[in-house]
């Protein structure tokens, strides 16, 4: 029976390590442990092509699957996130519409997804809901890289009937790769990898960014006085602030980049081989230590990391942040699970100065590297069945794939045998091929998104600007406002004034001509009773001659 060919959906990039040494790895699990075809000798999985999954998929990218392919692969990656390339086609990563979707005439395959959500983030809504629904009615097989996602997916789907657990294959890297195979990490040397970051998603739920900082930067100081030898490995941009800080402010860290467009997948895989320890708030800078035999220990950042500790059997591997790393003034404790209450203990933690709360939290980092120090041979070798098992689960999941997929050209049965005899470890020409066209898609790829990016970054800054310029319009218009305002009010207040003025005035002009008046009539009255006396004092005088000459009458008359 032919090979299937598989269109993988996956995520070129340089700039995220994980993803970079993620997407390769998956292709290389279906045809390092897919098995081969006992008739024709030929692999039973073969991929056609591939495409980024953050690209819409248009008609006639359905039209090139349905002509060149008998499967979908989507995967792996916490790809079950919202506000990741985020759209309204589907509402999670892979943006395909759902009639896009339903022309697919090929079945999908989910691979080694995950519950990706930050702490504090909202439930899935119902398009995504719907969406991935519809996904899953589609598949042939719907693979979960925790049973942590099982989980919760499974309650957003409502069953987990067809859900699997499907490890990610970068937890079986020494089960895929010729160069190592049979090669672990010294568990006796104290030798110990860092990464660290703590996300913006995280410091919204209210993870204490500058003090998990400071702490990883105490513990690596800490470490390195008790013998150990620190190295910081950057995966992201991102984590390029922590990585300065351990360089510049710790003596002896040195830094291994392992993003960047100069920086193979592989060589980072590599690097791991020889690293016994690691401490870091990523998933797959534990997943991908872990699979090529270093024994990993976490920041409790995230849900994904407990996730992944509980399904190698070592829970005690995360590092709660406890009420040390939670911001002042957040209600919530430290548990990254969405189980969040405040307690005298969170108040209390708070309110210690930040170099006492970096502290306590270095001193569980490093008390958790030398725990894992003092069993590192037994743990080694505990994990090392794990991914055994894991490796099994893989073939076991692969065999079933190709049990239920049917090459489109063509029917037959399937004769594939066992993948445990029929495994084909990648060689080192395998490695290089690989690379070299994830460079090249990666190239195109990032190029693409550089430009997306700065399209991005023009359009905010285009909309700061328009925002900051209606803002300034909007305080000189109140402003002008509030002065026309105020000349309006001196304008009133002064004609008031005018009114008042004159109203005194006229009361004034109204009050003088009263009082004229007064004085003229007063001086018609003095002249009248200026008149009177006059008069009154000629009649007197009349009386008085008049009475005189009446007496010298008299008294004449007497002397006669």
Known sequence: MQSLRLFHFDIPTWGNFGDKALFPVVRDAFRALGGTDSKRGEPNFTFASAAALRREVDEAAVARI??????????????????????????????????????????LIVYALGDNRFPGQPEFDDLMRSHVSQVLEQSAFFGLRNTGSMATMGALLGGQDRIVFQPCPT????????????????????????????????????????TIHEATVRAARLLVGKGWKVLSTPFHPDDAEVSRRLVAEVAGVEEVRLHGHDAGFFSGVEFFASVPYVLGGRGHAQMIPFGVGAIPISVDLHAKLGYFAADIGHPEFVVPVGPEGMSDGVGESASSDGDRSETAETLAGRAEPLASRAEALADRMVAALEDAYSRGADLQADLAETRARFADITAENLASIRDSVRP???????????????????????????????????????VAAQQTRALVRADRNLTQARRDHEQAMSEAEARAKTRQQALEAERDDALAEAERQRSESAERHKRITELSAEAAQSARELDAVDNRTASEEARVLAEKIRHGIWWRIRRLKRRR
């Open 66 to 107: 349905n002509a060149t392919a008998d499967a979908v692969v989507i995967g792996g990656g916490g790809l079950f996130l919202q506000d990741t390339n985020p759209n309204r086609l589907s509402g999670w990563q892979w943006k395909i519409s759902p009639e896009a979707l339903a022309a697919l005439e090929v079945p």
């Open 408 to 446: 489109r050209a063509g029917v037959g049965a399937v004769e594939s045998t066992p993948a445990s005899s029929a495994s084909r470890l990648r060689t080192a020409e395998d490695i290089c091929a690989e690379e070299f066209h994830v460079a090249a898609i990666a190239e195109s790829d990032e």
């Open 171 to 210: 937890t079986i890297l020494d089960r895929l790769y010729e160069p190592l195979a049979g090669r672990r990490p010294d568990p006796k040397q104290k030798i110990v990898a860092i990464q660290m970051l703590v996300h913006p998603r995280q410091i919204a739920a209210g993870f204490d960014a500058e």
